[in-house]
């Protein structure tokens, strides 16, 4: 077999369109040689791609064609062929503008900046989309923190075009890459079913909800228009929406009053099981819906939590009759509801200071009603902030193994806010 003239290897096929076609290769760029790298493994095949002399070249800044001033010899990494590595270097010139001056020109298969060439990250964005980035990483044979380098470039790209002008309503919520570990905080449009995410941004608190506000703007957004803002009943979140969004209702979300509730049970379990010898199965019991889901077991534990008068049994009942709460078919009936609940709830707790976890997720309720009812009067479904648990899950899935505020925010957007295609370059 012919040996090539540079190094080990052999030429490759006859056929220069094949690749020139794969490349996307334009005028005045022309696929001048390839060469299989044989003394590597995985194997290596370069490309290389060249002008005929006296070409001319696009001002980067004008379009002005130019003549070449210089040029810089440049490789990028592209989609394997078959199952080798794949490599395409050029002379990338430098016009002589007479407007701008000497520029480098743009090459049209990657783009500034980058090592790889647009089709290479087009695939390993593909992959990103599927799996965890380190897996990704690993199949396209490059470092995760390249292919971190390139999911954010990209994101970000795509997020400054989002525009936020229709607007009306919010949600947000706060969570955290990993357990223990820094919070961001995360808007979601209201008015949107899919790709709902707005905005992420690190930390949890009053500034969050300012920065909010500032991206909402920056993006054709109006705060003045934002009519309803839906939060949990954190009094720091609350002040800083009443600040932020001078013309927004208030919307306590239905799953964090039931979320209280579900965390004063488990707190009044977790007290009275020091003492007491609890039913077995009681924790799951207590914590799960009581309307379906239960198994014999959890019947079982709690039909023993009642017969053994336990305070636990008592704050799960009191918790299980938000439900009857939550039937309200009006604004009117939720209040009365509500009312009735926390007064029976009251009788119910007065007796035994071992419920004093559900006390004060009444006085919480309380002083929260107005802002709880709201949710009946809002015209938008009431179940998105839950739907936000899953995104989280699976952002925090893509991104394993990275503990970055930045990473997870990343994932974020990119599996749920709408940003369309992120290759898209315009
Ligand atoms: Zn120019």
Not at 58 to 82: I, Q, V
Not at 110 to 121: D, M, P, Q, V, W
């Amino acid at each position: 077999m012919a040996n090539a003239s540079s190094g080990p290897g052999v030429p490759v096929g006859s056929s220069q369109d094949i690749f020139a076609l794969g490349l996307g290769l334009e005028e005045p760029w022309t696929l001048l040689d390839q060469h299989l790298e044989t003394s590597k493994q995985p194997h290596e095949l370069h490309l290389r791609v060249g002008t005929r002399r006296g070409a001319q070249f696009p001002c980067p800044t004008c379009g002005r064609s130019c003549k070449a001033h210089d040029f810089k010899e440049m490789t990028w990494r592209h989609l394997n062929f078959f199952q080798h590595h794949c490599y395409l270097t050029a002379p990338v010139p430098r016009v002589n503008c007479p407007e701008h001056g000497v520029k480098r020109i743009q090459v049209p298969w990657a783009r500034e900046g980058s090592s790889f060439t647009l089709l290479f990250e087009q695939a390993a964005l593909a992959l990103v989309r599927e799996m965890p980035v380190k897996a990704a990483a690993r199949q396209m044979a490059i470092t995760d923190k390249r292919l971190w380098r390139v999911v954010l470039f990209y994101v970000h790209r795509a997020l400054a075009r989002m525009d936020l002008s229709a607007v009306r309503a919010v949600a947000f919520d706060e969570t955290a890459a990993k357990r223990g570990h820094r919070y961001i905080t995360v808007f979601i449009d209201l008015g949107r079913k899919h790709e709902p995410v707005l905005f992420a941004t690190p930390g949890k608190g009053k500034d969050c909800v300012r920065r909010f506000r500032r991206f909402l703007e920056a993006h054709g957004g109006d705060g003045a228009a934002i009519a309803e803002v839906v939060c949990d009943m954190s009094g720091a979140f609350q002040n800083a929406v009443e600040e932020t969004f001078e013309n927004a209702s208030q919307t306590v979300d239905w799953f964090h009053v039931v979320q209280l509730f579900t965390d004063a049970v488990e707190s009044v379990r977790r007290s009275e099981a020091k003492q007491t010898r609890m039913p077995k199965g009681a924790r799951w019991a207590t914590v799960k819906a009581g309307d379906g889901a239960l198994k014999d077991r959890d019947r079982k534990a709690l039909a023993e939590l009642e017969r053994l008068g336990l305070a636990t049994g008592e704050a799960y009942k009191i918790k299980e009759k938000l439900r009857w709460v939550r039937k309200a078919a009006t604004p009117q009936a939720a209040r009365w509801r509500l009312t009735r609940f926390l007064n029976h709830a009251d009788e119910m707790t007065a007796r035994s200071d071992a419920l004093e976890p559900v006390r004060k997720a009444i006085a919480t309720v309380r002083q929260q009603l107005d802002r709880i009812i709201q949710r009946w009067h809002s015209t938008y479904s009431n179940a998105r902030l839950e739907g936000l648990n899953s995104i989280f899950q699976a952002a925090r899935h893509r991104a394993r193994g990275y503990s970055s505020p930045a990473t997870f925010i990343a994932m974020i957007y990119l599996l749920a806010a709408p940003i369309g295609d992120i290759t898209n370059s315009t």
